[in-house]
């Protein structure tokens, strides 16, 4: 089966660096996905191709890739970035699957 | 600019049917495939379905395959998602979203419960 695995939560103090990795052997050969979800509300694509950003999107919020693991790095977190972040791949059958998500708590 | 606009959900009981549907607009929709994606009440997203931008090809996660199915009206620019034998754990907010993840609609709630 295919999965995904990141830390049930991140917490970091406003202006600090916050970074939430996504483990999963399927990152070896497809890049992924990051995904911001406040509460109420659908997600919202931050990051895709493993370290590319949509328009829109704040430059804080960067992605890499080693491996089997993916990282979404937040450069001087601010409040306003409190979210679940998930990651996403595609898998080689033609599905897709998401980590279990990360609380990010900046306080 | 691009929309997508779930509607269909409701409460159902178990063993029961519903049908969702997303309407698009904005953007030329036969041209794109199309995600179903969940997520349990207090829970994480779950990837659901996909289906390629004629139609042409679907997939499912494992635990619906059988019991739902993806569709597609490219004529009224409307996805579909039909629901069968549905069980509690399918409770969930059903979204669907453009092929790349990039445009997500709000969500419609499905509640499965006698």
């Known amino acids: 089966s295919y999965e995904l695995t990141q830390p049930s939560s991140v917490s970091v103090s406003p202006g600090q660096t916050a970074r939430i990795t996504c483990s999963g052997d399927?990152?070896?050969?497809?890049?992924a996905r990051w995904f911001q979800q406040k509460p109420g509300q659908a997600p919202v694509l931050m990051i895709y191709?493993?370290?590319e950003r949509p328009s829109g999107i704040p430059d804080r919020f960067s992605g890499s890739s080693s491996g089997t693991t993916v990282t979404l790095t937040i450069s001087g977190a601010q409040v306003e970035d409190e979210a679940d972040f998930y990651c996403y791949s595609a898998t080689d059958n033609n599905r897709g699957v998401f980590g279990g998500g990360t609380k990010l708590t900046v306080l | 600019q691009v929309q997508v606009v779930e509607s269909g959900g409701g409460v159902v009981q178990p063993g029961r049917s519903l049908r969702l549907s997303c309407a698009a607009s904005g953007f030329t929709f036969s041209h794109y495939g199309m995600h179903w994606v969940r997520q349990a009440p207090g829970k994480g997203l779950e990837w659901v379905a996909f289906?390629?931008?004629?139609?042409?090809?679907?997939y499912y996660v494992e635990s619906v395959k059988g019991r739902f199915t993806i569709s597609r009206d490219n004529s009224k620019n409307t996805l579909y998602l039909q629901m069968n034998s549905l069980r509690g754990e399918d409770t969930a907010v059903y979204y669907c979203?453009?092929?790349?993840?990039?445009?997500w609609g709000q969500g419609t709630l499905v509640t499965v419960s006698s």
């Open positions: 289906i390629e931008f004629d139609g042409g090809n679907k």
């Open positions: 979203a453009r092929d790349q993840l990039d445009y």
């Open positions: 399927v990152l070896a050969v497809k890049s």
């Open positions: 191709k493993d370290n």
